[in-house]
């Protein structure tokens, strides 16, 4: 099936300008041109659309993109998948300022008290300094701020019990996956997937993953520096074993 050059651009967004711009670079020729004089486009040229979209998502210059796109179809996966990781880990980054918004918000309200270092999390941190010794202190949390200094309107931006219950459910899931471990039970065990299921649902209040996507956080889990950290404070081999227990959970309930 051809697409006129409008079809296209209403599909995906792209001007009619920068679909004229992308011909004369030679990124992008139609399949043909039809007998009213249009342009049309086939499955060949929207999927390589799509590859030019997905490079300029990723920074890569338009005088870049023409080597990438004569690559071998091998090759183009190859930089299609690269450049899906940094999307997934950009999701889990926004996934994080999420929490951290959660946390702040249920802080401000008086509801909980917040570590300091966690007012930061999830923001890309581009240099790190040493606390200094004026400013330090034997307490690294931040007490609760009354309520009663906030408007109503403020106070109905997040419950108490939604927060709460969601970071007792994964701070659960991770304890009772830890004394798995220690009891030496497989990822693979049925006590073990269940634990697993339970984190796949808590997952699921964020976002529904495909297996890929959960192979990929699991992954994540154990090559990412934050994740790695914060697993270790739990048990040293914790994120090897959660990431081969989703692993599992992906191929059964996933696929």
Known sequence: MAYSMTDVSGMSGVSLNELSHYAELGLLSPAFRGLDEDMYYEKRE???????????????????????????????????????????????????????????VSYLQGEREIEAHELYNGFVQHTSYPLLPEAGGTEHSLEPVPDNDLPAEEMELKSKEDFLNSQAQIDQIHLDLKQAMELDLAPGSPEV????????????????????????????????????????????RLAEYLREGMIIKAAQDLS
Request: proline residues 5%; aromatic residues 8%.
């Open 193 to 236: 997937q269940q634990i697993i299921g339970r984190h796949l649902e808590w997952i699921k209040g964020y976002y529904t993953p495909t297996p890929e996507i959960y192979r990929d956080l699991a992954d994540l889990y154990v090559e990412h520096q934050d994740f790695r950290s914060m697993y270790d404070g739990y048990h040293p």
């Open 46 to 104: 929207l999927l390589k659309l799509q590859q030019i979209m997905f490079c300029k998502e990723a920074g890569v210059p338009e005088k870049e993109m023409g080597p990438m796109l004569k690559e071998h179809s091998v090759e183009i996966v190859r930089v299609m998948q690269q450049h899906r990781m940094q999307l997934l880990e950009e999701a889990l980054r926004l996934h994080g300022l999420i929490q951290t918004l959660d946390k702040t």
